[in-house]
């Protein structure tokens, strides 16, 4: 059990240094202003070196901390509602499947981008409907959750790469999907992946409740009422929608949401009504620290925020799944 004293701490603690890795990520780069200068620029008097980072890089910030954010807590709403610690939507195909589906409405269709995220939702449930009806035998395995999920995210990110090596006049934007690359990213994205996001992370704060109840044994949640079908196909279907926005304007991002919530457990407890909200500022710290540390290691080349996560993620998937090798590997 975590004391409230504790809660508020991680609460508090990772707000402050995710205004510390903002004022850091405004000022990665060849332009480097104060943060009294900043405000000066912003808020007083014109200024060209503010309206200059404004322009490019705060796009750029932005984004990627609404997209940390959704894809955060569709991990936590995934794990809730298929009760399945290893669950992420990059794992599983709900990314690779809404990227394909944002793939060809970018390559085919470019005057639809504000409508991009529900495509990239109907693509992104499809992969989920099709990795969870190839898994279920009587119920619900985890490890044959992820050795579909594995396969399907394979097959979609094949088809991608496939229609990005041909992608003709749009190629550059497709392969910025394709790849998770943030840069270049525009105010109008920015307004996109925050609408969507927001209606997303919304409904994600009004079904905490509902994620506490699928933590009870089947029969348990029955017994009190519980419609547990119903519930956990309407939170995963949130957790889509979360994942899909995210993939739609930044591309697949694996592993944010298997860390974020596993993390965020350790440190704010297992109660939904905290754990989802707090996921909210650490994925949008540890996305963003990604993208900044991506831009900053190999400078002026960069490094995608994707390939980041990939190489933090991928060990810890591993430890996780020895840690867990009796319940999910045998």
Same mark, same amino acid.
Not at 11 to 26: D, E, H, I
């Given at each position: +059990? ?46 060209? %070196? ?14 990627? +901390? ?29 990314? /690779? ?8 409405? %970018? ?12 495509? &990239?939702? &109907?693509?992104?449930l499809i992969a989920f409907l099709l990795v969870y009806s190839l898994s279920w035998r009587g119920g619900l395995s985890p490890l044959r959750i992820i050795l579909v999920g594995v396969a399907v995210s394979t097959m979609f990110t094949g088809i991608m790469?496939?229609?990005? /090596? ?17 840069? +270049? ?35 348990? &949640? ?10 956990? +196909? ?35 407890? %297992? ?10 500022v650490l994925g949008a710290f540890c996305l963003l620290l990604a993208d900044t540390i991506g831009r900053t290691i190999a400078a002026p080349y960069e490094i995608s925020a994707a390939v980041i996560m990939s190489i933090v993620g991928g060990p810890v ?14």
């Open positions: +059990m975590v004391s409230p004293l504790r809660k508020a701490a991680a609460f508090v603690v990772t707000a402050v240094a995710l205004v510390a890795l903002f004022l850091v990520a405004v000022n990665a780069g060849s332009l480097q202003v104060t943060p009294e200068q900043l405000f000066n620029g912003l808020f007083v008097a014109y200024d060209d %070196t503010v309206s200059t980072i404004y322009d490019l890089r705060f796009p750029r910030i932005f984004i990627a +901390m609404v997209g940390g954010a959704a894809t955060a807590v569709s991990g936590v709403l995934l794990q809730a509602a298929i009760r399945n610690p290893l669950a992420d939507p990059g794992i599983i195909g709900i990314s /690779s499947g809404a990227s394909l589906a944002a793939v060809l409405v %970018t390559g085919f269709f470019p005057a639809l981008l504000f409508f991009t995220p529900v495509f &990239a939702f &109907a693509g992104g790469s496939a229609f990005s /090596s041909s992608g003709g006049a749009t190629s550059s934007s497709v392969t910025s999907l394709v790849d998770a690359n943030i840069t +270049m990213k525009t105010w109008d994205d920015f307004q996109t992946i925050a609408i969507y996001g927001a209606i997303g992370l919304v409904i994600a704060l009004l079904v905490t409740k509902r994620c506490d109840l699928l933590a009870l044994e089947d029969k348990t &949640a029955r017994s009190l009422g519980v419609d547990v079908n119903k519930n956990r +196909m309407f939170i995963s279907a949130v957790a889509v929608l979360l994942a899909s926005v995210s993939t739609a304007i930044i591309g697949p991002i694996s592993f944010l949401g298997l860390i974020v919530p596993h993390v965020a457990r350790l440190l704010v407890g %297992t109660s939904h009504k905290v754990l989802v909200p707090y996921s909210v998937f591993i430890l996780l799944l020895r840690k867990a090798r009796s319940s999910y590997g045998e």
